[in-house]
């Protein structure tokens, strides 16, 4: 069984230029579920100065319809957006940091070293409140500022996440300019530090790469995959970066290989035309384009 973090309504409307209202948002979201996604990242409480397009968190989480078994997190770079996602009840959090130096200073404004400082807080507070964290690293395969990306690098902060109590980092090959070989390559290395059941693929899919990333995760048995409905989003501070890979391709491709993931696929689909037609954006998913009816 292999276990999706939906993005859509997180990593995918954070970086749409349409404002989407709280009430679009949020339907988006119970429609996933309604689907069988179970981990459904739902908003982001970060600066809305930084990120206006997540400033309604709040009014989102206010507004879901909770679905039994479905878990609904939420981005916490710090102990005031910590606080937001308990008042609004965000299920379990997410911090986000990155392998790479300018990576962290352009979308967090602090060094990883600070960054993991702001953490240990954030996870201290969440432990006290039974509150799960799942960590991010950015910029894994490659940084849109300093380009390589030392493994070393990756395999540090992936320690760093988990001795906060991570229960699992998600890597992200933010600029999706990873290719299979070095994927499978790094991923080896993190899994000198993490077991597959600690660690999951966040592929963006700017190169076209992202399936065949995953594939190389696959096989070395990281069974858990973040990815967005119809490809949607980017990441605001790392230019030209596209949407994750989108979450009906990755279903296509894994029920075809006779792995189950709980999710019906056609019923995806047609979520994935509905979002769009609200964002008036083109479909990035070519499973959902090939399906389009
Ligand atoms: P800062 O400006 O250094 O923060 O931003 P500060 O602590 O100096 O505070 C400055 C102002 O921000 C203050 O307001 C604070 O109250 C406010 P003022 O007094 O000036 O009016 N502020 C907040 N407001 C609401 N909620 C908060 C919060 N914190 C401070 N939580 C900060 C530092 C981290 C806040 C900022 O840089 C930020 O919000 N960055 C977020 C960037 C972001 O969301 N990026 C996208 C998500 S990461 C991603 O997409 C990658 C990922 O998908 C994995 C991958 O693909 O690689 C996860
Ligand atoms: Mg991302």
Redesign the pocket.
Known sequence: MITLYE?GAR?GL?NEPVMVPAAVKAELIDRLAQCGLQHIEAG????????PQ?ADSEAVFGLIKRQAGVTYSA????M??FE?AMAAGADEV?V?A?ASEAFSQK????SIRESIQRFTQVCEAARDKNIPVRG????VMGCPYQGKVPEADVVMAIEELLALGCYQV?L???IGVGTPRQVSQVLKTCLSVASPAQLAM?F?DTYGQALANLLSGLELDITTIDASVAGLGG???AKGASG?VATEDVIYMLHGMGMDTGVDLPQLVAVSHWICGQLECQNRSKVAQAMET
């Not at 981005?75 to 710090?78: A, K, Q, S, V």
């Not at 991010?136 to 910029?139: A, E, M, Q, R």
């Open positions: 993005m990593d954070q982001s409480f970060v600066s809305p100065r930084w990120i997540m981005l916490t770079p710090n005031q957006g937001r997410a986000f990155a979308n967090i404004n602090c991010y690293v950015s910029t998600s992200g090959d933010t966040h963006h990441c605001p501070y994750n």
